[in-house]
């Protein structure tokens, strides 16, 4: 099996194509889509008067109050009017009347775009640049809830924000957004595609035949297969955070330890997509694997956001697998939240065990070497 590993291997560095893809393409990508919406993230016409309807009832007592606070000094700045409406009433909210319609739902805030759509992407913008610092509010809350009025008072007041800049590490931008999610695309598209492709090389190649006659298992090829793909899975992880890192200034985590966690998620998950690409390639070894499921890899992550980060299905979004990820990834380099990742990672490995199994049962379905 050692030498189906380093055969596999090999076969990684020699292959141009297979460098190309894993470390020049998502480096390149996260540098000209970071560069280039930097400057097209902003309107190009006024946006006019903006009125919000909110619900807070839905949200945890810290978060309620931090976006009341929020939205009460964005009022007194004159940069909206606001309403406060019911969890029932804003769900059906009259958008003749509201420019969209902001909704707490725990920690996290729904955004109900209106009719404008230059109006909904400023609202959007608004409430983003919330985001990034709403831990801040959230952390001194939960430490030390006395503290709150020291936090208004820096803020301006009794009618200050109740959200407070924190050093998270950086001031978020799309170079740093483009970081993560070209990070998630190599994951899927290098590992499910590489891994998708291994049986199909060995058949063109006339070398199943050797393969076949050789005293190792067919279970044991197919471990060889992953095993031995599994240093592209860390090449192309490292690469391109190390790139964007290094090379564009983008941000990931303000920590070691961050990083580190983010780093395991992401090969957590490029492992479970190599090994069920592997599979599929066991599965059906004279399709073209990688071109059939490719399609679907790049409209998924399409609407998860992966290329634009204003494209939202809802109902469907939620449910992609890449979106999860991102948003475990967003979590745990925004907010430094670690709830998400642990997940994504305990899945991935679920689902890396269970692929695993599914193809020692296939292979060893088929004729063994003694």
């Known amino acids: 099996m050692l030498s189906i590993i380093m055969n596999e291997a090999r076969s990684f560095i020699r292959n141009g194509s297979n460098l190309f893809f894993t470390i020049f393409f998502p480096c390149a990508c996260v540098f000209f889509l970071g560069t280039f919406l930097e400057s097209v993230e902003s309107s190009d016409k006024a946006v006019g008067e903006l009125k919000l309807a909110y619900c807070a009832d839905g949200g945890e007592a810290y978060a309620a109050a931090a976006l009341e606070g929020y939205i009460s000094s964005l009022e007194d700045e004159g940069v909206l009017t606001a309403e406060k409406l019911s969890a029932d009433e804003i769900s059906g909210f009259d958008t003749e009347v509201y420019s969209a319609a902001v909704e707490l739902d725990g920690w996290d805030i729904l955004i109900h775009g209106g009719r404008d759509k230059i109006k909904n992407r400023t609202v959007k913008a608004v409430f983003d640049s919330y985001n990034w610092n709403a831990a801040a509010y959230v952390s001194v809350a939960m430490e030390n809830p006395g503290a709150l009025a020291d936090i208004r008072m820096t803020a301006g007041g009794e009618g200050g924000s109740l959200v407070l800049h924190k050093d998270l590490g950086t001031n978020r931008s799309m170079m740093d957004y483009y970081a993560v999610t070209m990070t998630v695309m190599i994951l899927f598209m290098g590992s499910c595609i590489g891994g998708a492709g291994v049986y199909e090389s060995e058949h063109a190649n006339a070398t199943i035949i050797r393969l076949d006659a050789s005293p ?155």
């Open 216 to 370: 190792v298992s067919r279970a044991a090829v197919f471990f060889g297969k992953i095993i031995g793909s599994m240093p592209m899975v860390l090449v192309q992880i490292l690469s391109v955070m190390l790139a964007s890192t290094l090379l564009f200034g983008a941000h990931y985590c303000s920590g070691f330890s961050g990083n580190l966690l983010l780093a395991a998620m992401f090969i957590s998950a490029s492992l479970a997509a190599l090994s069920l690409g592997v599979f599929l390639n066991l599965l059906f070894p004279h399709i073209p694997t990688g071109f059939v499921i490719m399609p679907a890899l790049w409209l998924a992550m399409f609407f998860s956001g992966t290329f634009a980060m204003d494209i939202h299905v809802p109902g469907l979004t939620e449910y992609l697998p890449m979106y999860v990820i991102q948003r475990a990834a967003f979590d745990l380099t925004v907010f430094g939240k670690t709830q998400r990742a642990f997940r994504v990672i305990a899945v991935s490995l679920a689902v890396f065990a269970a692929v695993l199994v599914m193809g020692r049962i296939k292979a060893g379905a088929g004729r063994k070497k003694s």
